[in-house]
């Protein structure tokens, strides 16, 4: 799909992936709103972009289905939509202390794996209603996963069965949406600079990127976004998840 003209919605777009993401998605000639917790930056980065910008906490799921129902007005429809909230724990299944907390596990998935699927079913009745382009197609969504969906390390016990979760849902994600001409595919980052881990010094980052074939560095949200926007632009892009990675595997710890 061509972005000029057409519409983004970014969750969790006032940091890092998503905010990236929608600077690229506008110097292509996109329009777009952010939607992200309301102690973010989210409407400076909405202002600067020429957007708008909704409060959104995605585990609240009704208000968040308001959030999106707004952000479609005020661009008047959906073409793509890009969800990056979420974040992971610390606990192993069973620590010194006991086994791992079942509500912490819980709100690990809610945030992660179900508040991206309720994002994408939403967002996807909005597309749904696209005059759809020549080639047949009306929207494009993408979630985000991890590369410790496939090789978590130990204490992620939970990210990476969210994470898991959505690289499962979005093959199906894309067969159940293909009559609709919706595209779903998911990007799965290795360690980025972002704000989640701005906190890791720099002595860290090296020794946590140590495995990756090359290069042997946190990747930056441009490098995110670069993915992003192409399977956008790629037709054939559809129900796949790419790691962006530079050759990393997580050793297990
Ligand atoms: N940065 C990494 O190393 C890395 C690696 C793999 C996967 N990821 C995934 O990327 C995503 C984080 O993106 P980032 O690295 O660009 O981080 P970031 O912190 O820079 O951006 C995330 C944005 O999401 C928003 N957000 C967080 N919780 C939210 C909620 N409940 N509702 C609405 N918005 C919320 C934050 O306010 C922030 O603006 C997560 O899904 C994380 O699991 C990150």
Known sequence: MNIKDHNGI??????????????????????????????SDGAAVAERLGGSYHECNVMEFEAAEKAIADAVNAL????????????????????????????????????????????????????????????????????????????????QVAYSAAKAGIVGMTFVMARDLGSLGIRANCIAPSLFDTGLTSAIPDEFALQLTKDAAFPKRMGKPEHFAIQAISMYENAMMNGGTVRVDAGQRFAPK
């Open 10 to 39: 970014f969750v969790g777009g006032a940091s890092g992936m998503a905010l990236a993401t929608a600077e690229k998605f506008k110097e292509r000639g996109g329009n777009v709103a952010i939607l992200d917790l309301p102690s």
């Open 76 to 155: 008047g429809s959906a073409h793509f939509c890009v969800n990056t909230a979420g974040g992971g724990a610390a606990q192993r299944t069973l620590a010194k202390d006991g086994p791992h907390s079942l509500d912490e596990f819980r709100r690990v998935v809610d945030l992660n794996l179900i508040a991206s699927f309720n994002i994408s079913r939403l967002v996807a009745e909005h597309m749904s209603r696209n005059e759809p382009n020549e080639e047949g197609e009306r929207g494009c969504i993408i979630n985000t996963a991890s590369i410790a969906a496939f090789e978590g390390q130990i204490g």
